[in-house]
């Protein structure tokens, strides 16, 4: 039975290499006491696009040490060092990074991850935007936190009175029915308790799946046949490897596709929760708006 005493030598060599790995890990994790270089200003890791843009926002962006994947905006940030992306972090490189703060989304990091570098001794606040009005609370609290308040402060009341602006212009218009392309493989749209449906409620469109339980409901084109479409809104991502939406030239019959009302704004901008975005919604009620008045003007 030699085999088998070689078999159990080698497990019991690679226990005690992981063992060792780990108590290093341990060792080293902890962020360190010294101080902080040059401006004494926090090192971080920003773990999100929408995280790394309202730092920049806000004036912090070259503080950021670390990111994950797709954080491209502004263009600085593309020279950012990833480490790791929505599935899973690289902790060894955290640990090397050695941050002063960890900025994380909630809903879009891995919390397992999250949860074992909060073992490890690293400070971590969330981000979790869920309205527009969350970026502008979200603003404040970064820059407060990456010591840049009063920028902060101002970026985020600019952001309000821009945002009260947009509201109050297309309050009282007449709505138009939209369908709202989230994905097309499979069709999925946007209901109630989603990002896009305040994009909607904002430019006076409506929405027929509004009330689906679901906030992001996979559809069939039957059911969307059975509703009066005016217009579509497809909104398409540079970072999208097909970047082919549904094809509803295939579906004259629908009134949005017969009156060639179909939208395609940058999804990067209007998905994305930050400052950009009230810049895209802008951008979107007034295309929404153009369609409506050629509807009232029976054009």
């Known amino acids: 039975m030699k085999w088998y005493g070689i078999l159990i030598r080698k497990a019991s060599l690679v226990i005690t290499l992981a063992a060792a790995l780990l108590t290093a890990v341990s060792a080293t994790a902890r962020p360190?006491?010294?101080?902080?270089?040059?401006?004494?200003?926090?090192?971080?890791?920003?773990?999100a696009p929408h995280i790394v843009e309202m730092l920049y926002d806000v004036g912090a962006g070259g503080q950021i040490i670390g990111t994950t994947d797709f954080a491209d905006y502004p263009?600085?940030?593309?020279d950012i060092p990833s480490i790791g992306n929505y599935v899973r972090l690289q902790l060894e490189k955290v640990i090397t990074l050695q941050p002063d703060l960890i900025i994380a989304w909630k809903s879009g990091n891995p919390s397992d991850d999250l949860a074992r570098l909060r073992q490890l001794g690293f400070e971590i606040v969330y981000s979790e935007p869920k309205t527009f009005s969350d970026i502008a609370k979200e603003l404040r609290r970064f820059a407060d936190?990456?010591?840049?308040?009063?920028?902060?402060?101002?970026?985020?009341?600019?952001?309000?009175?821009?945002?009260?602006?947009?509201?109050?212009?297309?309050?009282?218009?007449?709505?138009?029915?939209?369908?709202?392309?989230?994905?097309?493989?499979?069709?999925?749209?946007?209901?109630?308790?989603?990002w896009p449906q305040q994009h909607l409620n904002i430019c006076g469109a409506k929405n027929p799946f509004e009330q689906v339980s679901?906030?992001?409901?996979?559809?069939?084109?039957?059911?969307?046949?059975?509703?009066?479409?005016?217009?579509i809104i497809q909104p398409l991502s540079?970072?999208?490897?097909d970047r082919e939406g549904f094809n509803w030239r295939d579906w004259p019959t629908i009134q949005a596709v017969k009156e060639n009302n179909i939208l395609t704004p940058d999804a990067d901008a209007l998905h994305r929760m930050t400052r950009r975005s009230l810049q895209a919604l802008d951008k979107l009620c007034s295309d929404i708006d153009k369609v409506r008045r050629s509807y009232l003007s029976g054009i």
């Open 238 to 241: 540079q970072n999208q490897k």
């Open 32 to 47: 360190q006491e010294g101080p902080r270089e040059n401006t004494g200003l926090p090192r971080i890791i920003a773990l």
């Open 145 to 194: 936190l990456s010591g840049h308040s009063e920028q902060g402060q101002q970026v985020a009341d600019d952001f309000l009175k821009q945002l009260e602006k947009i509201k109050e212009s297309y309050r009282d218009k007449q709505s138009v029915t939209a369908f709202y392309e989230l994905w097309s493989r499979p069709l999925t749209t946007v209901a109630k308790g989603s």
């Open 214 to 231: 679901s906030p992001y409901p996979q559809v069939n084109i039957e059911q969307v046949l059975k509703t009066q479409i005016q217009l």
């Open 75 to 78: 263009e600085q940030a593309k």
